[in-house]
């Protein structure tokens, strides 16, 4: 069976310091992956989704990046975080082209003071 | 422009009482899936509905998803403390794989 792991599930950064969050995903192979955002507790913003590795695609311009290194790993980075970068963030994936049913890690809940 | 609006956004209701919650939209989708997420957790996938006017049942959980394509509701009948969650509709167009999801509908179902 598939399972999803995101680490860490709790996060305290100060103002300025670099982020590293990774998931990965095991008993599947070529997942489309994805990071999403969730303020309060409310709707989903997609921020990157992959469907290869190397391959990035980014939905919304901010101080995030993301990269797949291997085929079951995405990690989400930043240089210098922000206080808007709080929240919780989410890893997931999918089956693949034309199968878009979400498998979602636990989250991490990312504070930056 | 929210392109998939639920309501209500809150609903706290008592044990043993049945509920609709709704996902609406102007926007046709190829299929729509609903989640429930419990607080510090990941959303977890409960249907796809993908023919319009389908309906899936799952226990106490009725699943429509409108003719049109555009709308879907989820009815619970004789709610119970373990339903209580956050519930997200999510939306795929085309051949697209990135789903647009609601802000979903806080649900607290009191014993």
């Known amino acids: 069976s598939q399972t999803i792991h995101q680490w860490p599930a709790t996060l305290v950064q100060p103002v300025g310091s670099p982020l590293s969050l990774e998931c990965t995903v095991e008993?599947?192979?070529?997942?489309?992956l994805y990071w999403y955002r969730q303020a309060a507790g409310r709707g989903l913003q997609l921020l990157f989704y992959s469907v290869g590795i190397g391959q990035i695609s980014s939905e919304v311009p901010q101080n995030l990046s993301a990269s797949r290194p291997q085929d079951r790993q995405f990690i989400l980075s930043s240089k210098k975080l922000l206080l808007s970068d709080s929240g919780f963030y989410l890893c997931?994936?999918?089956?693949?082209?034309?199968?878009?049913?979400?498998?979602f890690g636990s989250g991490t809940q990312l504070s930056v003071l | 422009t929210q392109l998939l609006e639920q309501s209500p956004q809150f609903l706290s209701i008592q044990e043993g009482e049945n509920l609709t919650v709704y996902c609406n939209s102007s926007s046709v989708f190829s299929s729509l899936q609903w989640y429930r997420q419990e607080p510090g957790e990941g959303p977890v996938l409960l249907v796809t509905v993908v023919t319009g006017g389908e309906v899936k049942k799952l226990k106490r959980l009725t699943f429509q998803f409108g003719d049109a394509r555009k709308d879907s509701s989820l009815h619970i009948t004789a709610a119970q403390p373990g339903d209580t969650g956050l519930y997200l509709c999510a939306g795929a167009q085309g051949s697209n794989y990135k789903l647009t999801f609601g802000k979903g509908t806080l649900l607290t179902v009191n014993p």
């Open positions: 997931a994936w999918s089956p693949g082209v034309g199968n878009e049913k979400l498998f």
């Open positions: 008993g599947t192979s070529n997942p489309n």
